[in-house]
């Protein structure tokens, strides 16, 4: 599902002196679907930077990045917003949304996106909502004033609401309590066993233990060791 292959990236620094700091080379990666591959590596090694070029955010310098039938590398806009809509869900440690949006709307949205029945929409944002221990009283409302761990738990209800094939996760348990936790970890199991690939930063080694079938270091990738 995906499928990583040379990739490259370097940052050019055009407010320094168009400085070029490479920071990964020759990475390749493959993720089968129904597997969850953990990226591992000491602080700086480039896991985000990774994560960012498979969403699309940051452009490879080199190699290729397919997931799915799409190759991000070279992709225009509307074919990444659609793979995005479609087939590559991101839970991002921090929830980003439209001020003033209902929280109930925020989670909705991925589906109405895909064009689905409205009332079903909604009736599914509520059981993700609920399952994810978000009070009812707080669905009216946007989550943009809501507690560290409130906003997580939204952004997961948002990241799982719809059946994606392919899953990115930034440390998706990284504030919760132990039960919020469990229940994340199970929704992640769950989307492992109907097939979706998935790869994920957990600094949290028991949940990387429990839903990683296998760890990738990316000091492996760094420029220097790959050379
Ligand atoms: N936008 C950017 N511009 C310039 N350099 C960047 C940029 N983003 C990341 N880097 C550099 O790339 C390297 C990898 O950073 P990255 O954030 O991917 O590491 P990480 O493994 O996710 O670290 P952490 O665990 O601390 O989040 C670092 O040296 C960082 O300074």
């Known amino acids: 599902m995906f499928d990583i292959r040379d990739v490259s990236k370097s940052f050019v620094l055009h407010n320094q002196g168009s400085a070029v700091i490479p920071v990964m080379a020759e990475a ?4 089968a679907k129904g ?3 953990a990226l591992t590596g000491e602080s700086g090694a480039g896991k985000s930077t990774l994560m960012r070029m498979l969403y699309g955010n940051y452009l490879a310098s080199a190699g290729s990045i397919r997931v799915g039938e799409t190759e991000l590398v070279g992709a225009q806009p509307r074919e990444v917003l659609a793979l995005r809509r479609e087939v590559l869900g991101y839970v991002s440690q921090f929830l980003r949304v439209v001020p003033r949006v209902p929280t109930r709307d925020v989670v909705a949205d991925p589906l109405l996106a895909l064009g689905h029945d409205p009332q079903e929409t909604r009736a599914r944002a509520e059981e993700m909502l609920a399952r994810l221990r978000i009070p009812e009283r707080l669905w009216a409302l946007s989550p943009t004033t809501f507690s560290g761990g409130e906003q997580q738990r939204v952004n997961i209800a948002r990241g799982f609401v719809h059946s994606y094939p392919a899953l990115l996760l930034d440390e998706p348990t990284a504030s919760l309590d132990p039960v919020n936790r469990e229940t994340v970890l199970c929704l992640i199991e769950e989307a492992k066993a109907r097939g979706a690939a998935i790869v994920g930063i957990f600094h949290d080694a028991e949940a990387r233990a429990r839903v990683a079938d296998r760890e990738i270091d990316v ?3 760094t420029p220097e060791r790959a050379a």
């Open 35 to 37: 597997e969850c591959v």
């Open 219 to 221: 000091t492996g990738f």
């Open 28 to 31: 390749s990666l493959q993720v």
